[in-house]
């Protein structure tokens, strides 16, 4: 059995318990990650990397909100986290070898975050923003367990936050209507009647929260640009950002045409740089094709020749 398969076990049998005694799986989760950090119980496993840990815990995580999921609180899965790892490296390759600010302002489970932390080891400051308690609680074990150091706050990322401007924003978008509608009223984007769209605040909160030339690297629903909002949107956008890529992402990876996603990325406008020639469009093909996906990554390699 792999390394991560005994984690996973051991986890897993803990959170059971802890479910038929106590509380949820989920809950049970969260209390067997903090045993293990609090030296309660030793793992069954000598020195797993920070990916088999990773991997572990996601496991354990994904089949607690199976038990208990509502679509906004899905993490994001590794084949998404490892793409955007992927264009963070195409527009960041020189910045970081220094290392860069990162900001997830709807963190969850912090797999997203940790996906790209991981893969890209070391290089990155990362701040996550998350308002759901248990999950935040998850992502922080979650951290300490897999050492990536992250700093965390709970709150509603649409109001203020205690952040500096980053370098880059990384975030699997919410969906859905914000309940604060005298918080909206702060944003541009807040809607002119009726209530206004996290996804769009939230956008603009994080447009908000990066430096002048900064990139932001969001996954967004497809229909983004179909709503009866969506003509404010493009507007705010045209005024604040450059549109750098839209990335059609392959049908097999959602469950249904209303789940299917996008990776949308854009740059904050500085007066020190210039919009990219022409707008990176492009579709993810299925991802085990190897042929396939070597042509995707020529055609962005061709892109950043002529564009970054
Ligand atoms: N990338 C995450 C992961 O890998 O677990 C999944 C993010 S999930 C699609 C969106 C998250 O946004 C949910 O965890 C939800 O609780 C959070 N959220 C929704 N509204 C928020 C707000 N106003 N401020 C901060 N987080 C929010």
């Given at each position: 059995m792999e390394k991560f398969e005994q984690l996973f076990n051991f986890i897993n049998k803990q959170a059971e318990?802890?479910?038929?005694?106590?509380?949820?799986?989920?809950?049970?989760?969260?209390d067997t990650l903090s045993g293990i950090i609090d030296g309660e119980?030793?793992?069954?496993?000598?020195?797993?990397?920070?990916?088999?840990?990773?991997?572990?815990?996601?496991?354990?995580?994904?089949?607690?909100?199976?038990?208990?999921?509502?679509?906004?609180?899905?993490?994001?899965?590794?084949?998404?986290?490892?793409?955007?790892?992927?264009f963070v490296e195409q527009f960041f390759e020189e910045p970081l070898k220094q290392g860069i600010t990162v900001l997830d302002p709807a963190l969850g489970t912090g797999n997203l975050m940790f996906t790209i932390m991981n893969k890209l080891d070391g290089k990155i400051h990362a701040t996550g923003v998350e308002v759901d308690e248990l999950l935040i609680r998850l992502a922080g074990e979650t951290a300490e367990l897999i050492e990536q150091p992250i700093q965390l706050y709970h709150q509603d990322a649409l109001q203020p936050m205690l952040v500096d401007p980053v370098d880059a924003v990384i975030c699997d978008l919410p969906v859905g209507f914000y309940p604060n509608e005298e918080v909206a009223l702060e944003y541009e984007l807040c809607a002119k009647e009726g209530m206004s769209y996290t996804h769009h605040l939230l956008i603009e909160q994080s447009i908000n929260y990066t430096k002048d030339g900064g990139i932001l690297i969001f996954l967004i629903p497809s229909t983004l640009f179909k709503s009866e909002q969506a003509p404010d949107l493009h507007k705010y956008l045209k005024k604040h950002a450059w549109i750098q890529a839209v990335i059609q992402l392959p049908e097999n990876m959602f469950k249904s045409k209303v789940h299917e996603?996008?990776?949308?990325?854009?740059?904050?406008?500085?007066?020190?740089l210039r919009p990219p020639k022409e707008v990176l469009l492009a579709k993810v093909p299925n991802m085990s094709n190897k042929e396939a996906m070597l042509l995707f990554f020529e055609k962005i390699k061709i892109w950043k020749e002529n564009n970054l």
């Open positions: 318990e802890y479910e038929k005694s106590q509380s949820t799986y989920l809950e049970g989760v969260l119980y030793v793992l069954p496993v000598k020195e797993a990397t920070k990916e088999e840990m990773r991997k572990a815990i996601q496991l354990a995580i994904l089949k607690g909100m199976r038990k208990s999921s509502q679509p906004n609180h899905q993490m994001t899965p590794d084949s998404l986290g490892l793409l955007i790892a992927y996603k996008r990776i949308f990325i854009v740059q904050k406008k500085s007066d020190e």
